[in-house]
């Protein structure tokens, strides 16, 4: 599989994937106008990616503001993750909030309690 890369905007947060480490991640803000458009082609390459490879693929979310719409799709990319888990797949997500920040703190733990698959808060400065 090949790395996978998308810049960051003001509104979009930067997506890397890196195949030899198996990490997935989403640095930056995110609040595209429409988060479906922004987010399907990232949800049909990792849709691909889980149904191609054995690869063990970690999400790394170091997001310090996302809106609705990015959380909608952050569910289906969670969907996703627990369905591959489910067929044996390894998985994980780390969620990396500043300490500093009550909110994204709560958010993470609301995406831990859903989930079945394991998922690591990390309070960071960023």
């Not at 930067?14 to 195949?19: I, K, P, S």
């Not at 959380?71 to 797949?89: P, T, Y």
């Not at 909030?97 to 690591?120: C, H, S, V």
């Amino acid at each position: 599989m090949n790395n996978y890369l998308v810049e960051s905007t003001k509104s979009s947060p930067e997506v890397n994937f890196d195949a030899a480490s198996g990490v997935l991640r989403l640095t930056g803000e995110s609040y595209p106008e429409n988060s479906f458009e922004f987010y399907a082609p990232l949800l049909a390459w990792l849709q691909e990616l889980l149904d191609t490879s054995t690869l063990p693929v970690r999400l790394v979310l170091q997001l310090s503001y996302i809106n609705t719409g990015t959380v909608k799709c952050l569910l289906d990319i969670f969907d996703q993750l627990e369905e591959a888990a489910g067929n044996g797949r390894d998985v994980g997500i780390s969620w990396h909030y500043d300490p500093a920040n009550e909110r994204a703190l709560e958010t993470g733990e609301e995406f831990a309690e859903d989930l079945k698959i394991p998922f690591e808060l990390v309070g960071e400065k960023f």
